[in-house]
């Protein structure tokens, strides 16, 4: 290898090494997850010369792939129809979850979406899957404008990009589930003291004092958190 390659290989590596130690700042960061996940996006294209990065997520049954992130700009790639799973390139990655690359996916029969890529200029892809728990939730899609053989550096590339976002999702998958235990335990609790006073107050029993809170909520379109809430404050303030 001359010295002009080497050169090359090393600015390489310094981008990509510089590329995820800007992510893993991010995903430590107080942005919201949409935001992150558009950071690394941009970040991913600019650093890897990509036409398009983009990343797709499972809907909450768990049966189509949405694009969730991305820094292009066409609304025609932007509001692409989702994928089932096993469908098109990414829908196949997301199956077997393993990175896949197409040399040029105009010439693969696979690929969706011809007419999307062609008017783009999109020419070669490579998609990893994004792993939880072993379990693929997405994919990270890479393109290029040009011809391009994806080198091994650049898959593992894209694979460590691919699991920083997973951690992310995961993450915040795991904080929004938190809060809402956290919620509907703090509902509960107030819930039960309303019943408590209503029990005490107009003497009746528990389950009429629980018909009477539930009777409230529908009558005022108001949680039984916030009635509860009302009647222990009303309690309160005698």
Same mark, same amino acid.
């Given at each position: 290898m001359n010295k002009k390659n080497i050169k090359k290989k090393i600015a390489s590596t310094s981008g990509h090494i510089a590329a995820l130690s800007k /992510?893993? %700042?991010a995903i430590t960061s107080d942005y919201y997850l949409e935001d992150i996940l558009r950071l690394i996006v941009t970040v991913t294209a600019q650093v890897m010369d990509s036409k398009i990065c983009s990343i797709m997520l499972l809907d909450e049954k768990g049966e189509h =792939? +949405? &694009?969730r992130a991305t820094q292009s700009i066409s609304d025609a790639y932007n509001k692409k129809p989702p994928l089932k799973i096993g469908e098109g390139i990414a829908g196949?990655? =997301?199956s077997i979850n393993k990175? +896949?690359?197409v040399y040029n996916i105009? %010439?693969?029969k696979e690929y969706k979406y011809k007419n999307i890529a062609q008017k783009e200029g999109l020419v070669s892809l490579l998609c990893v899957p994004l792993v939880v728990k072993n379990k693929a939730i997405g994919v &990270?899609? *890479?393109?290029?404008s040009s011809p391009h053989k994806f080198t091994k550096n650049e898959v593992n590339v894209l694979t460590s990009v691919a699991n920083q976002a997973a951690l992310v999702i995961e993450n915040t998958q795991l904080l929004v589930k938190t809060k809402i235990i956290e919620e509907e335990l703090e509902a509960r609790k107030s819930i039960e003291r309303a019943k408590g /006073? *209503?029990?005490k107050d107009r003497k009746i029993s528990e389950e009429e004092a629980y018909r009477l809170i539930q009777k409230y909520s529908m009558d005022r379109r108001k949680s039984m958190r916030q009635i509860a809430e009302a009647i222990i404050l009303t309690k309160e303030m005698k």
């Open positions: /992510i893993s %700042q =792939l +949405h &694009i196949k990655v =997301l990175p +896949h690359s105009s %010439q693969e &990270i899609n *890479l393109y290029t /006073i *209503l029990m």
